[in-house]
Each structure stands twice: as C-alpha cells, then as structure tokens.
C-alpha cells in the first residue's frame, strides 16, 4: 500500500474525527487511481490514518480508519453495518416508520456511500467512482447483515461515463409508487425514477416537528416544495392552510399524490408550478401572509429565468422571503449543501435578517448532513 505524506494540519484535522481529505492536505503533487488504498503519514513517516482516494465534489479522498490493522474489504463493511444496524433497531421496530437513512456514509463507517430503506427495500448512493470500486463487496456485506432487504436500486451521484444515474440491481422489484410511512404519514415514492424518490429522508426530524409543534391552526408555505412532503406533514398536524411552491412542472401532479395517499383532498390545497423568487412578489403584491414559512433550497438550480446556487444566493433569498411571514411567524431553514459550512450558513440567515432590519427572536436552524 503507498505511503502518502500529509500536512501537520491535516493530521490534527483527521485525529479530531474529520476524514474528508482536500488537495491542500498534501504538502506534494498527488496522483491516484480512483479508489486507491493508500496509508497516510506524517513528515516523519509515522502512521496517521488509512484512506481511500477518490474525486467527489467536496474533495479527493475519505479517510476510513485510524487503526493500521484495517483493510477495507468485505469484513470491514460487514461490521460498520452491524453497528448501524444496531443504532437503528428503534426505527426497525416503528410500524409508523417504515422509511429512514439506513446508512449514513462516514457517520456510520463507510465514506463516499449512504441506504436508504423504503419498506424493505434499499436504495444505495455512491457519491464516487472510487468508492463504487468496491461495490461488490459493500453489496455483499450489506445482504449478509440486511438478509431480510426484498430489493435493491442504485443512485449514481457522480458522473459516470455511460451516463447511467439509477438502476434496479436485485432482488424484488418494488411498486409503483410504492407507499412508505414516516410518523405515521404515508408518502408515494418511486425508487427508480432519476435521482430522486420523491421524498427526503434526512428531514424525517424536521416533518416531525412541524406536524407536532408548528402547524396547528396556522397557514404553511412550503417553498422549493418537490413532492409536498412538508406540505403534507403540516397538514396532517392541523394546518389550516398549506400552499406549496416549485418550479418543476411535475410537482404539481406529485404534490396531489401525497396529499391523496393519506385521504387529504390535494384540491383544497394551493399549489403553484412557479418560480419561487416569482411567488415571493406575487405574494407581496396580493399582501398574503403565511404563519409558518419552510425553505429548503436546491444547492444549485438553473432555469430560463435564473440561475441558483444556495451559497451564494441564500441571503437575498431569505430577504425576500422575510417580507411575507405574518407577525411572530416561523422561518424554517434548512441547506443539504455540502460546500455550505454551517457557521456561513448561520451567519447568511442572520445576516439576511440584518440587511431587512428585522428582529427574531429564536433560530430554528437545520444544516442537513448529508453528502
């Protein structure tokens, strides 16, 4: 296995439990093949960490242990499922959840890959060339801890040469939709339909709270809304209004669906196929007022009109927004963006705040973590 230095940064970095690897973390000219094993070394050679070097769009590498006695082979994985398997045996045994984060990626002891379960079946993401290098092996592993998994898909999160972005692997094919449960709500979701399934499962947490705490009696705008999922878990916890905006032609159709599914009448909600930043002024023109606000932006996103990229365009967005909650209403912000470090994140909602000469009171701020 090649030895490769880094800086005295990088090694502090990695000892206090952070495994993304960058370019500026090697004091040399790196070269690698995609997937490559290599150990890593101080300047005196001595053994820091194992890694896997791998391009993604947040760095070139993953370290995956500190211990020299690892390899990263088919026992390894085996047992970084068992962990997690054992972390979610609450979730396992929840009739009112049948969808979570399964794995999740260098939480859970595998960088670079995340599954998701929808019912029994499992949908895996690679996030790199490299790491689909061992795929045989973390399928393997993962089927001998999951044998009761009924099927398998692939999401390919990176660019492969033939262009291929979702697929079937094994196993059962699951229905279409097939219909999942998440606190006790149900959700029609499509496994192999691009990269998205129709519902984002790091946000189970924040639906959770919306149904229990903050839509009771109160009108919801659901902005960047895809399937209407927090649209959905508002109205199930008695929201008397939910209006949901996204630019994407097709969720206008989706967003019914999920109201359907759980006996809600999709009619009697607002939906717009618009522009957001379009809606905001339509809003402010019409004096409508919402109680509780959701924005939860794409990281990036071009149309005909604009093109958007969160961490650069988060604070004129939320400036925007700020003029239509009604008095003592609730922003919900959340970012799944991964360039976007959470100090930049919070200081841009405090900063938007700032720059419209408005007050809150307390932040309700969710950085995503996944990849």
Same mark, same amino acid.
């Given at each position: 296995?090649?030895?490769?230095?880094?800086?005295?940064?990088?090694?502090?970095?990695?000892?206090?439990?952070?495994?993304?690897?960058?370019?500026?973390?090697?004091?040399?000219?790196?070269?690698?093949?995609?997937?490559?094993?290599?150990?890593?070394?101080?300047?005196?050679?001595?053994?820091?960490?194992?890694?896997?070097?791998?391009?993604?769009?947040?760095?070139?590498?993953?370290?995956?242990?500190?211990?020299?006695?690892?390899?990263?082979?088919?026992?390894?994985?085996?047992?970084?499922?068992?962990?997690?398997?054992?972390?979610?045996?609450?979730?396992?045994?929840?009739?009112?959840?049948?969808?979570?984060?399964?794995?999740?990626?260098?939480?859970?002891?595998?960088?670079?890959?995340?599954?998701?379960?929808?019912?029994?079946?499992?949908?895996?993401?690679?996030?790199?060339?490299?790491?689909?290098?061992?795929?045989?092996? %973390?399928?393997? +592993?993962?089927?001998?801890?999951?044998?009761?998994?009924? *099927? $398998?898909?692939?999401?390919? @999160?990176?660019? &492969?040469?033939?262009?291929?972005?979702?697929?079937?692997?094994?196993?059962?094919?699951?229905?279409?939709?097939?219909?999942?449960?998440?606190?006790? %709500?149900?959700? +029609?979701?499509?496994?192999?339909?691009?990269?998205?399934? *129709? $519902?984002?499962?790091?946000? @189970?947490?924040? &639906?959770?709270?919306?149904?229990?705490?903050?839509?009771?009696?109160?009108?919801?705008?659901?902005?960047?809304?895809?399937?209407?999922?927090?649209?959905?878990?508002? +109205?199930?916890?008695?929201?008397?209004?939910?209006?949901?905006?996204?630019?994407?032609?097709?969720?206008?159709? &989706?967003?019914?669906?999920?109201?359907?599914?759980?006996?809600?009448?999709?009619?009697?909600?607002?939906?717009?196929?618009?522009?957001?930043?379009?809606?905001?002024?339509?809003?402010?023109?019409?004096?409508?007022?919402?109680?509780?606000?959701?924005?939860?932006?794409?990281?990036?996103?071009?149309?005909?009109?604009?093109?958007?990229?969160?961490?650069?365009?988060?604070?004129?967005?939320?400036?925007?927004?700020?003029?239509?909650?009604?008095?003592?209403?609730?922003?919900?912000?959340?970012?799944?963006?991964?360039?976007?470090?959470?100090?930049?994140?919070?200081?841009?909602?405090?900063?938007?705040?700032?720059?419209?000469?408005?007050?809150?009171?307390?932040?309700?701020?969710?950085?995503?973590?996944?990849?």
């Amino acid at each position: 296995m090649k030895k490769i230095t880094i800086t005295q940064i990088s090694e502090k970095k990695i000892k206090a439990g952070n495994p993304l690897l960058q370019m500026e973390d090697f004091p040399n000219e790196l070269s690698f093949d995609e997937g490559e094993l290599v150990e890593l070394v101080d300047s005196r050679q001595k053994f820091v960490a194992k890694a896997y070097l791998a391009k993604q769009n947040k760095g070139v590498g993953w370290v995956f242990s500190l211990d020299n006695a690892d390899s990263f082979n088919e026992a390894f994985f085996k047992k970084q499922f068992e962990k997690a398997k054992r972390k979610r045996t609450d979730l396992q045994s929840d009739p009112e959840t049948t969808t979570y984060r399964l794995f999740n990626a260098e939480g859970d002891g595998i960088p670079g890959v995340t599954i998701d379960h929808y019912d029994g079946f499992a949908v895996v993401s690679w996030y790199s060339e490299g790491i689909f290098r061992y795929q045989t092996a %973390i399928i393997a +592993a993962f089927q001998a801890v999951f044998p009761e998994t009924k *099927g $398998i898909y692939e999401k390919f @999160r990176y660019q &492969r040469k033939d262009g291929l972005i979702s697929r079937y692997v094994r196993g059962d094919a699951a229905p279409t939709p097939l219909i999942v449960k998440e606190n006790g %709500i149900n959700y +029609a979701t499509y496994l192999d339909d691009g990269l998205m399934t *129709g $519902i984002f499962l790091d946000q @189970r947490e924040v &639906r959770g709270a919306l149904t229990e705490r903050y839509a009771a009696g109160k009108r919801v705008l659901n902005t960047f809304s895809y399937t209407g999922a927090f649209s959905v878990a508002a +109205a199930m916890g008695g929201a008397i209004e939910t209006t949901s905006v996204d630019v994407a032609n097709r969720s206008l159709e &989706r967003t019914k669906e999920q109201f359907a599914v759980n006996n809600l009448d999709g009619e009697q909600q607002k939906i717009y196929v618009m522009d957001v930043f379009d809606f905001i002024r339509y809003a402010i023109r019409k004096e409508l007022q919402f109680d509780v606000t959701i924005i939860d932006p794409p990281s990036f996103a071009r149309t005909k009109k604009r093109t958007f990229s969160v961490t650069k365009d988060c604070t004129q967005l939320l400036e925007e927004l700020i003029q239509i909650p009604a008095p003592d209403g609730t922003l919900i912000v959340s970012s799944n963006a991964t360039n976007y470090k959470e100090k930049n994140f919070k200081q841009d909602i405090a900063q938007s705040f700032k720059n419209s000469h408005c007050d809150y009171l307390k932040a309700f701020i969710i950085k995503k973590l996944t990849k």
